[in-house]
């Protein structure tokens, strides 16, 4: 059959593929969001309010944290958590450069200076080993991202830290329900160091529809600094003891996020087959590395990222492309590269690693409403492009 008829045969009969497809799992869930939406609505109750208090204290139970404090977004909940440990400016914070810029720029914004850390080649996420010999005096905290869906090495960090007297930030929001086994036994990821925090953008595990996130801690004194810092700094109503922010969930994204928490371990699950469809299907390429699993985590497969071995990566994308496949490059420019961020990165040394990584990853669809025809048809454009 002619390539452009049996191309036209394919779309014909598959739906269209989406990095994320967040409109067939709304119309899944259609009904009980719509009548919890519109009954938030009816109740005038639109910030603050009882799907709130409830998801934050069903995200404590599921996750098993004491603490869940939501507020406005992932962002936010870094940078509180940040005024929270009393970072002060000049203070010193490690962080992973291969990662979205968030945790970078929050440090930033607070008068702080980033200290770029490398990434382990096979798992993504922080280089404990380089991150021991970038303390200094003027360290403060080190924030481990558990970066595309797995936990970064904590019984590392957590040695690290306690070696150095250093505070632990997670930053959770791609790995939210992924599980750390170590030293402690099994944790949520996110319960681990002293704060986690998260994000509920929409695209993320578990996403509302408009913007939010939360903080987690296991620590009381902290929670109520994390509360009162999210409220203004107030410690009673109009008077405001420190200095805070405004950042709040509404009532209407937290009713979504407590209907879809319901099902978050089964949307694990999902991603998860997706992913090792994926695995299997490109297991005899030797052009392409497929995500590895660090033996102390779980992976939630926030993202499918591979790495390409001698392969022309727009290339690639270009044909994905032309066989209507959505494929996206996370991060293309690491933090240390940011035009807005180089000034800090003067007389640091180089990330080799990182570099080479935002070069050759490219992530693929995956999400919760995969089927296997697309995943098919991915696999097998992949693996022509690369046979021929
Ligand atoms: C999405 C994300 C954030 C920021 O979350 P927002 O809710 O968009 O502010 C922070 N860190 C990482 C690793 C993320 O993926």
């Known amino acids: 059959m002619d390539k452009k008829i049996s191309l036209q045969l394919i779309f014909y009969w598959m739906k269209p593929i989406q990095l994320v497809d967040l409109h ?192 987690f801690t296991n620590n009381d004194e902290l929670a109520l600094s994390l509360r009162r810092i999210a409220n203004h700094g107030q410690t009673k109503r109009y008077y405001h003891d420190y200095i805070g922010v405004n950042s709040r969930l509404d009532n209407i994204q937290a009713a979504v996020l407590r209907i879809k928490l319901r099902r978050l371990n089964e949307y694990a699950t999902m991603r998860q087959e997706a992913a090792a469809f994926y695995t299997n299907a490109f297991s005899s390429l030797d052009q392409i590395v497929t995500p590895k699993t660090a033996p102390w985590s779980t992976h939630v497969y926030h993202q499918f990222t591979m790495k390409l071995i001698d392969v022309d990566r727009q290339k690639l994308q270009d044909c994905l492309s032309d066989a209507e496949i959505p494929s996206n490059i996370y991060y293309p420019v690491p933090a240390h590269r940011q035009k807005g961020y180089s000034d800090f990165f003067i007389g640091q040394p180089e990330l080799i690693i990182t570099d080479d990584l935002s070069s050759r990853v490219l992530s693929l669809p995956i999400h919760t409403e995969m089927e296997l025809d697309q995943l098919e048809h991915i696999a097998k454009t992949l693996i022509e492009f690369i046979e021929k």
Do not use: R, W
Not at 119 to 127: A, G, K, L, R, S
Not at 153 to 161: A, G, I, T
Not at 172 to 183: D, M, N, S
């Open 24 to 215: 067939t799992q709304y119309l899944d869930i259609k009904q009980d969001v719509d009548k919890a939406i519109l009954d938030v609505l009816d109740s005038t109750s639109y910030i603050g309010g009882e799907h709130v208090k409830g998801l934050g204290s069903e995200l404590e139970s599921y996750l098993g944290i004491k603490h869940v404090i939501p507020c406005a977004n992932g962002t936010d909940a870094l940078q509180i958590a940040l005024m929270a440990i009393g970072c002060k400016p000049g203070d010193e914070v490690l962080t992973p450069s291969f990662t979205y810029i968030a945790t970078c720029e929050v440090i930033a914004l607070l008068g702080l200076k980033p200290v770029f850390v490398e990434v382990d080649p096979d798992f993504f996420t922080i280089d404990v080993t380089d991150a021991k010999k970038k303390i200094t005096k003027k360290t403060k905290a080190i924030v481990p991202v558990h970066l595309y869906g797995q936990c970064a090495n904590m019984d590392e960090v957590m040695k690290l830290s306690h070696e150095h007297g250093i505070k632990v930030i997670e930053d959770t929001a791609q790995a939210i329900g992924a599980k750390h086994t170590g030293q402690e036994g099994v944790q949520s990821a996110g319960g681990i160091g002293d704060i986690g925090t998260t994000s509920f953008f929409p695209s993320k595990n578990l996403g509302c529809y408009g913007d939010g996130g939360a903080i």
